[in-house]
């Protein structure tokens, strides 16, 4: 027997295809890219939550002279949200990028380390989290739930 994974999301062609909201929250998570603190890649990454109460916060990547040390703005995010809004679920997650070496014209997806974290805070809250991927310009697409990217997740019930 063979089993797969299958999942749709959507994709927008540019930034003027999206809904008021989620192209403010985008927008939101580019200018918050530019607060990032990474000097090292130069590659600068903001995440904005939306938060089911409709309260918003930002993440940054946060780059360290001992390079492991550094934190993607997904994970920073996660740890604000869980310091400050400990209860509340997130709607949605908006991520997007800035850099010196690289031009904002497609989307980033976040790394696998992040979607552990991810699908952990889903979890934990349980209420779906959205995102949306864009960059400055070009595609964007739209995910319903984290959780489509970690297929065979890790999770607590697995322990
Ligand atoms: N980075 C993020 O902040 N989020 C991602 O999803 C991918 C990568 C950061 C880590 C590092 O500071 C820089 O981008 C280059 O990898």
């Given at each position: 027997m063979k089993n797969q994974f299958v999942y749709t999301?959507?994709?927008?062609?540019?930034?003027d295809e999206l809904g008021e909201h989620d192209l403010h929250l985008l927008?939101?998570?580019?200018?918050?890219?530019?607060?990032a603190y990474a000097p090292y890649s130069r590659f600068r990454v903001g995440a904005v939550a939306r938060l089911v109460n409709g309260e918003t916060l930002n993440g940054t990547?946060?780059?360290n002279a001992s390079f492991p040390a550094g934190i993607c703005a997904e994970r920073v995010l996660l740890s604000a949200l869980s310091a400050?809004?400990?209860?509340?679920?997130?709607?949605?997650?908006?991520?997007?990028?800035?850099?010196?070496d690289v031009e904002s014209?497609?989307?980033?997806?976040?790394?696998?380390?992040?979607?552990?974290?991810?699908?952990?805070?889903?979890?934990r809250l349980q209420h779906p989290i959205r995102l949306i991927l864009g960059g400055l310009t070009g595609p964007v697409i739209v995910i319903d739930s984290v959780s489509f990217l970690l297929p065979l997740a890790f999770t607590n019930s697995s322990l």
């Open positions: 999301f959507e994709q927008f062609a540019s930034l927008q939101m998570a580019q200018q918050a890219s530019r607060l990547n946060l780059e400050i809004h400990p209860k509340e679920p997130i709607d949605t997650i908006a991520i997007s990028y800035s850099g010196d014209d497609h989307y980033i997806a976040p790394c696998g380390i992040c979607r552990q974290s991810l699908v952990e805070y889903e979890q």
